[in-house]
T-cell receptor
Framework: GAVVSQHPSWVICKSGTSVKIECRSL??????MFWYRQFPKQSLMLMAT?????????EQGVEKDKFLINHASLTLSTLTVTSAHPEDSSFYIC????????????FGPGTRLTVL | GQNIDQPTEMTATEGAIVQINCTYQ??????LFWYQQHAGEAPTFLSY??LDGLEEKGRFSSFLSRSKGYSYLLLKELQMKDSASYLC??????????WGAGTKLIIKP
């Protein structure tokens, strides 16, 4: 199956700093990438959908100025959490859909963010 | 609104069979997924159903009835490593995945 990587796997930062998370599709071209957030014992919550070369589409309630998404190439999308606060601590997961359609999403391993 | 329902938690015995149900009400339907998620890890794909019927893949099978808005995941010959959360997700008419809250499956020896 297709492989998606995320970096870093985990990060601890101070309140007020910015954190960048990278999502890469290693063996296929991802026209669409999805960013999810998952709080403990809860299901995945879609934050935004990004298509290569265009602006991301954010879900209701997600601040686009706080969660900056860039999808500059068919293999790389980045999520930057700006001015992070403790309530942003969560498990962030990206997934990628190939050019054949949306029928399957391939998930990255996730990034655990802890904001002190 | 869109809604996916699945039990919060289930317990089963090693070697036994367990069925995890999922009912959905969504705007349109373009398929239903089952994912497995171990604690602290990202989900991994198990199955995809878009037509009615049963899809078998090794110890795991998935069933879909579109008219009833219903699916189940059947796990046979349970192993301790099957202890995980199982997420049901539906692809709606906008090709957006709608996620259930997940079913935590506990396997006992």
């Amino acid at each position: 199956g297709a492989v998606v990587s995320q970096h870093p796997s985990w990060v601890i930062c101070k309140s007020g700093t910015s954190v960048k998370i990278e999502c890469r599709s290693l063996d296929f071209q991802a026209t669409t990438m999805f960013w999810y957030r998952q709080f403990p014992k809860q299901s995945l919550m879609l934050m935004a959908t990004s298509n290569e070369g265009s602006k991301a589409t954010y879900e209701q309630g997600v601040e686009k100025d706080k969660f900056l998404i860039n999808h500059a190439s068919l293999t790389l999308s980045t999520l930057t959490v700006t001015s992070a606060h403790p309530e942003d601590s969560s498990f962030y997961i990206c997934s990628a859909a190939g050019t054949s359609g949306y029928n399957e999403q391939f998930f990255g391993p996730g990034t655990r963010l802890t904001v002190l | 609104g869109q809604n996916i329902d699945q039990p919060t938690e289930m317990t089963a015995t090693e070697g036994a069979i367990v069925q995890i149900n999922c009912t959905y009400q969504t705007s349109g339907f373009n398929g239903l997924f089952w994912y497995q998620q171990h604690a602290g890890e990202a989900p991994t794909f198990l199955s995809y159903n878009v037509l009615d019927g049963l899809e078998e893949k090794g110890r795991f099978s998935s069933f879909l009835s579109r008219s009833k808005g219903y699916s189940y995941l059947l796990l046979k010959e349970l192993q301790m490593k099957d202890s995980a959360s199982y997420l049901c997700a539906v692809l709606d008419s906008n090709y957006q995945l709608i996620w259930g809250a997940g079913t935590k499956l506990i396997i006992k020896p």
